[in-house]
């Protein structure tokens, strides 16, 4: 028997058009420290599972730590033990510290660290479900990113990337991305709104403690465009997603 949301769902993958292909994929267990690159993700209307799921704040009045006001944090690094951990995501994390040792997202060690780098105290807690910006993925194509490397004069740190999504376009065009707002995209078998221009997807208002960039004309880049590189996006629709995947709008 013929089942029309899947003849539906075929037809309109028949009928989308290839952009691109997904070349690197990005995950933050923990905001605002640096995050893993998985291989694959797996993914729910609430976002990708495991990404940007837990926080820092501040001890003395609770308000979120960010990139922006502690860069020194994006040295830490957040990761899971499995790329496709859905459950339990407490125990499958791990926290990787500037000095090279990696202790478990429940250890306090690893926050005393965090908390005697800033000199004043912190805490880790679970982002609540009902925060808006849950779930809210962020996408740079890399036509974009080697527009910003030949603004800046230098290649970008790692570090500074925070896009969940990386997409090399099949036109090679930077921002090519900014005109796919309030459409559709699918990445491998997963359905994705464009809801609205990205302020991170590059840390790029913190300040390398050397590098042969002029760091100054990134900011005029960053003036020009009101602070955003690449796209916010929603998955509506699927399981997973993996590097390699094809890109596609489809409507």
């Not at 880790?124 to 490397?149: C, N, Q, Y």
């Not at 896009?163 to 376009?169: K, M, R, S």
């Not at 002029?214 to 465009?225: A, Q, T």
């Amino acid at each position: 028997m013929l089942s029309i949301p899947g003849y539906l769902d075929r037809k309109a993958m028949e009928l989308a058009e290839v952009v691109g292909q997904l070349v690197a994929l990005r995950r933050f267990p923990v905001e605002p420290l640096g995050g893993e690159t998985p291989n694959e993700i797996a993914v729910r209307p609430e976002g990708a599972v495991g990404d940007r799921v837990y926080e820092l704040v501040d001890s003395r009045d609770g308000s979120v730590l960010t990139w922006r006001a502690t860069p020194e944090l994006l040295a830490y690094q957040a990761r899971f033990l499995e790329d496709l951990v859905v459950d339990d995501l407490e125990n499958w994390t791990r926290v990787r510290l500037p000095d090279g040792r990696e202790l478990p997202l429940t250890s306090a060690e690893w926050v005393a660290d965090v908390s005697k780098r800033l000199a004043r105290p912190v805490e880790l807690r679970r982002v609540a479900s009902t925060r808006p910006e849950l779930g809210v993925l962020h996408l740079i194509s890399r036509p974009t990113l080697r527009f910003v490397e030949r603004v800046y004069g230098a290649a970008v740190e790692p570090r500074w990337l925070r896009a969940n999504f990386v997409i090399d376009l099949s036109g090679g065009k930077a921002f090519e991305e900014d005109e796919w707002l309030g459409r559709q995209i699918r990445i491998g078998d997963t359905l994705c709104e464009v809801t609205a221009p990205s302020q991170e997807c590059l840390a790029v208002s913190s300040r390398p403690e050397k590098g042969a960039g002029d760091h100054s004309m990134l900011e005029g880049l960053l003036k020009v465009r009101a602070g955003a590189l690449g796209m916010q996006v929603r998955a509506t629709k699927g399981q997973r997603i993996r590097v390699a995947d094809t890109v596609s709008l489809v409507d």
